[in-house]
């Protein structure tokens, strides 16, 4: 099992920054793939960013060049650095990982941005 838990949300003016974290209750390379999803009021979860245990990343096309994933192992932690982040980036932010074939979810963190 692995229980995550985000933390790092909160509100924040458009074209500001702000980064979450995700730490993991086991060692993150052990862990196929660990990422972050987003949930706004009314529509369905998506993906924003991933990255596999070997470091690939993956991006959703709305945050590319905005966002980046990057974890520390020693610390079991993955990370989400936002930079210029606009009204439509307000959603529940959840962390997410991909472990002995099945999925894990974090508990969520609000990220509300403000125009």
């Known amino acids: 099992q692995v229980q995550l838990v985000e933390s790092g949300g909160g509100l924040v003016q458009a074209a500001g920054s702000l980064r979450l974290s995700c730490a993991a209750s086991?060692?993150?390379?052990?862990?196929?793939?660990m990422g972050w999803y987003r949930q706004a009021p009314g529509k369905q979860r998506e993906l924003v960013a991933t990255?596999?245990?070997?470091?690939?990343?993956n991006y959703a096309d709305s945050v590319k060049g905005r966002f980046t994933i990057s974890r520390d192992n020693g610390k079991n932690t993955v990370y989400l650095e936002m930079n210029t982040l606009k009204p439509t980036d307000t959603a529940v932010y959840y962390c997410?990982?991909?472990?002995?074939?099945?999925?894990?979810w974090g508990q969520g963190t609000q990220v509300t941005v403000s125009s």
């Open positions: 997410y990982a991909d472990f002995a074939a099945r999925a894990y």
């Open positions: 086991r060692s993150i390379l052990s862990i196929r793939t």
């Open positions: 990255m596999s245990a070997t470091g690939s990343t």
